[in-house]
């Protein structure tokens, strides 16, 4: 999974708090989770696609997802990651 930030934006530190604790429930050991920075990596997250932040992309295993926002809806954030509640 890739994280995409925007530093210490409000909503970029709540998505990040929520996907550790969603993480931490739901998926123990059995993910990797890369957290880049756009205002630091910009160009990388225009080759990414990258428009709006923050934004978690899931890369695999497919099928690929993409969720935008705080990640507090789990439900949401849980069905795009495959994980049944």
């Avoid at 999974?1 to 530190?13: G, T």
């Avoid at 992309?57 to 969720?67: D, G, Q």
């Amino acid at each position: 999974m890739r994280l995409y930030v925007a530093n210490s934006a409000p909503n970029s530190i709540k998505a990040i708090a929520n996907l550790e604790a969603i993480c931490k429930k739901h998926m123990a050991e059995g993910f990797k989770l890369e957290i880049i920075d756009v205002l630091e990596f910009p160009l990388r997250a225009l080759a990414d696609g990258i428009l709006v932040t923050p934004s978690l992309s899931k890369v695999s295993p497919s099928p690929a997802a993409r969720i935008v926002g705080d990640l507090s809806d789990r439900s949401s954030v849980l069905l795009a990651l495959g994980i049944k509640p």
